[in-house]
């Protein structure tokens, strides 16, 4: 078996054991599949694809000059595909129903030559690939493709997947290099990296060629007649130079849509996050396909942007994305904590963005690095995506609330790419605990995240298990058990997050080594020792950001998670902490609580005279004289509340 | 006399011994004034008004829809106004044949209507009045105001005011509130002030009420046929509601132009910093004049904006404007120090806005915070803005430097408002210095800033001259006489900045009473003391912004001063400070130092191992751990320069 998708490999992961991600699992299951069936009917997405006209088509666009439907393929297309993840765990009348009732909608919603899209064909079919830069149609591809694989994978069939590909076989007449072709790739990448996961599915080499051209057109200042693909465009459509989308900080803002340059030549990542995270991970899944091409500049722009992105453009919460407007990347070190100090976007998708790039550059290269900010994003800026009923999602994921813009979840949103985006991930997290290797008849196995789960993997017939329990990330002992391994040589890489002070492991492993970020633990311990017990020691801690981004905060973290400080745990707040000094010296308790509701438990941490208040004598200002700014010991806050 | 604006006021003050603002008008008088007039001449601007074409009206606009050339009127407008100042003081036979062409060619320049504007004679005749949002033309009017008001003043003649009169009939035929006007106002304020000036001057009602007009119809959202007065020139010119100049950063803002909505319910100061500075200063000018209106609400939209600005939206320095590309303020305290952190403006001609709303306030209410501020800015905001040797100037004037933006003084300037707005600044400049108020036959006089320098006002026949003399901003020793004040009460008021920890005064003064800022010397006291002194111990000291900046940063002020660390002083330096620490305890050491070139004297500090380098292990990004950040004492600076 050589590397598997995420969204393939998670079948070979099971959650017989309860666990933080088990018990959210089954909310997804129990809860939110069906309430967000619920919406996807209330709101005309399910029936779109009968191509009748909703009275919606009228209204004003939000975001001129985007419809507010346009998106509304993906968002069924992302249900399926969470669905049909579930399914394969365990069936439920509703959702298998809906998931048939959707598949024959979109096969009879198809046009005679394979175009398949909901406003293109209902409201403006002379509109058919005008705007690729802004209209949609191929990032709605892209999840179409992704649903049709899970929906084969689960059902065995190509009730979904015929339809697609004769779509995409559209798609590879239109775009591509040739005379006859159209020199264009859309301004939401996506497609790319379904393309991808389609060609290791159909073993297509057009799949392959048509995500490469998409790929490396991408940027082209002379691409289509000497000149930018969205110049031309926007001429044919009769745009001024001048016009101006909300999301523009200026005119034309290539970098928005990935393409103020070529991939392998951007110094610095850029843009709208979300496109820019579905882009790198297309390129990532490229290096690694395409063995007939030259890629160590490919290779070298995904180490380079990834590393400008986590170093200088990265929340210490994983998000992503520091500007509302274009919803993406600010300058190097521009990371404002909310609303008030100009920024903290941080969207949900934009996480699962990180969390897909970083798993597909650990096939490249294992870096424990890039799995720490893999399950750093999980934990804090893609769970926090939904509420803990599983019925309430975030889009944005600011680190500080102010009154006029308070951090809430949301029952949906007009546009609602992030609710079934976290819906899918739960059906295929199972897929980023680790990925496992077969060799002839040997089983290299790495562990990136710990949890309660259990690993089947077939290895020459036999069925080799490895099961890990624990109570991560609230406790830190991981208790392994390999089972049938005895005639397969098996080696297991356990990852010790970089914030680990210590950890042990038993029994004794001589000479441990620990390479990038893994404890290499080797087949000929393993054979010994198919029972051993990894312990990190979850203690809290402070973070900071980096100096440069001028945000003279700490935050209290412990293991993978970033604590919250709420107004809902701390009533006696009235401004959202701002004038809050933490003092870092002080002691932290821990009580194991659980949220009201679902009885979900989760270690609660409580600081005891921690903090006082900011007392600042602005009279002088703008020149605040040294001692003008000083923290109010007798108001000392008794207790600090971290949830 | 009751109040005369500094414009006016300014020929009462002589500058008989030298001084640190005697010496830079010295510059200006010998140097800058002819360079200008030099440059006025080599692009194009001095010839401007024979209504040739001028090959460069070809050129391609830098901003678009705004030609280059748009501004040249007020060019030169500006420069007669700073010319006719120093020719009070000095005749020079260049300066004043340059002065008589000019107003010949203005003269000739206008149209039979009145009409007077270069561009839209030349160009684009057509679009006379179609875009009052970005083309200028009242801007320009307005600087032509005050052209003829200096130009009056020195001559004594109308030559230039009789041309400007006659524009001034047309532009109030053209706008104002009855039904045969157009219900416009000019995106870029100025008009209104230079309109309140004339007032004074003329006594003509129509002055006032258009200045009035222009300043109250501002922002209202159904001025024209029910709509925004911006939205219908708009529409009428064919504009798409979706055009996009670069200067906005988001679609039709009105906060840019100060009309987003009346000045009076304005909560915030918005948009473009010298727009926003130009207008209040109207308000302020209008609020004392217009005693028929309830000034309340202007009256508290100004101390509500006034504080905003400099609580929440001043550097430092007293530059105003965070953001490059609409030149203006940003949210509350947003004032990053340079462009590798998204901002730092602090426009030159912002700086001497904020100087001509800060002397209409005192004007309004004597209160030694404003006059602080005013200060601030002329030393480290607007004289900045000319080099020593009077022939390079600022735009921008940002605190710190980076790789790609250095700070540094350029000739000229395409749109070149700021060099000749500080060549009249420096004309005009005593006007600032003090204010005046003779009642019956008593004087009361304000003493907002330091200098040697000599007031003399005609009191019922009798002229009282008030001499300070001072090394002011080096030393803190005033030395005052008042002469020929024997038969004249007379009242001083001594402004003590906020930043004066101490101050004394001798010979003794009996019970001292400061307030609001001000130390008031009774004219009993007086009259036995016509000669005193004020002593106002100058120390260095450390300031910084107020925390919620997130500016982490300590600047070293002496005075009025703010100091800078160049690189060129600290050729060592390799990153323009950016990791350098200060230490706020280490010893500050004063020399004499001078100008090398000028020879111009002034106070040089030193700090003495004050300094060492921060020192980042930024391995685990974005969650830096307690003690990531040190300092590294074993590169301790052990020579630091401030200059």
Known sequence: MAHAHPQTAFSNTTFPKPSFISRRREIVYQSTLLYQLDVLKSTGRYDAFKLQWDPSYNDKPNVWPVPNHLFWDSDVAKWIEGACYFLLWKHNETIDGAVKELVDMIRAAQQPDGYLNIHFTVVAPEKRFVCLRDFHELYNAGHLIEAALAHNKHYGTDDLMEPILKYVDLLHKTFGPGPEHRHGYPGHPEIELALLRLFEHTRDSRHLDLARYFIEER???????????????????????????????????????QAHEPIIDQPTIEGHSVRAMYLLTAVADLVRLDGSKDNKPKRDALERLWSNMVDKKMYLTGGVGAHKQWEGFGIDYFLPSGTDEGGCYAETCAGIGVMMLAERLLQLDLDGKVADIMELCFYNAVMTGMSADGKRFTYVNQLASTDTDLSQRAEWFTCACCPPNVTRLFGYVGGYLWTSKVDDRSLSVNVHMYSSATLSVDVGGATVEIEQVSNWPWEGKMEFAVRNASDVPTTINLRIPGWATEWTISPDLPSPQVVKGYLMLPADWLRDNPNFTLNIPLKSRFVSPHPYTNQDIIALARGPLVYCLEDVDNPWVNDHFKSLVLDP???????????????????????????????????????????????????????????
């Open 219 to 257: 940027g082209n200042p002379t691409g289509q007649g000497g000149r930018h693909y969205f110049d031309v465009e926007a001429e044919e459509r009769g745009e001024s130079p001048h016009d101006m989308m909300v999301y523009w900080p200026a005119e034309r803002p290539y970098q928005y849509y």
């Open 585 to 643: 010296a002080a002691a932290i308790s821990e009580t194991e609580a659980s949220i009201p509701g679902t009885g979900e438990p989760y270690v609660a941490l409580t600081g005891q005279n921690c903090a006082s208040f900011l007392s600042v004598d602005a009279s002088l200002a703008p020149q605040l004289p040294r001692g003008s700014t000083t923290q109010e010991s007798d108001v000392k806050v008794d207790k600090l509340n971290f949830e």
